[in-house]
């Protein structure tokens, strides 16, 4: 089982910051469940899938291939690295999620026996990292975190939409 300490500064909660104390996490350690959510993701206007985990919305890593960048390990332990990318977002597939049969009849907020938990992965890009997480088997990033990381975000109250753009330079 693997551990290690990330700093709560670079968890992306900007109410939480707190720069002199740790947070250690454990591979397989439960984050939370799944709830059932109105609100949606847009990365340069392609919808990843997304899915509501005890109130963060949670992607697969491979939609950052939708804001131009790609995740490569890194040379240094349980590191993944974000790299600019010149792949065409159009050709981008990714599976959605699996939901449970009665999806279409729960309403918002309600439970879905879908589960997340710790990766050994950590997300970096220039100095900032974000913790990774495991759900339905690949690997999941907090959209909130992105912003730590350099990307803007803008929420949509009118659509319920969560926008992600890149950062303005791509290093």
């Not at 992306?12 to 939370?32: M, S």
């Not at 759900?135 to 319920?160: C, K, P, S, Y």
Request: aromatic share 10%; no cysteine; charged share 20%.
């Amino acid at each position: 089982m693997g551990f290690y300490k990330i700093s709560a500064q670079s968890r992306g909660r900007q109410d939480h910051l707190l720069d002199d104390i740790e947070i250690a996490y454990r591979d397989n350690e439960y984050v939370g469940t799944a709830y059932k959510t109105d609100i949606s993701l847009s990365m340069d206007g392609y919808k990843p899938p997304a899915l509501n985990v005890n109130g963060y919305m949670l992607t697969p890593i491979q939609s950052l291939q939708y804001l131009g960048f790609e995740v490569k390990p890194s040379t240094e332990g349980n590191g993944l690295e974000l790299l600019p990318s010149d792949l065409d977002p159009s050709q981008v597939m990714i599976n959605p999620f699996t939901l449970p049969d009665d999806y279409a009849s729960l309403s918002v907020g309600d439970y879905m026996p879908v589960d997340a938990s710790m990766s050994p992965f950590i997300l970096s890009y220039k100095d900032s990292v974000i913790p990774v997480f495991k759900m339905q088997d690949r690997l999941v990033i907090n959209a909130d975190g992105l912003e730590q990381l350099g990307f803007q975000l803008h929420f949509d109250e009118t659509t319920r939409t969560i926008s992600i753009t890149r950062p303005s330079t791509l290093d």
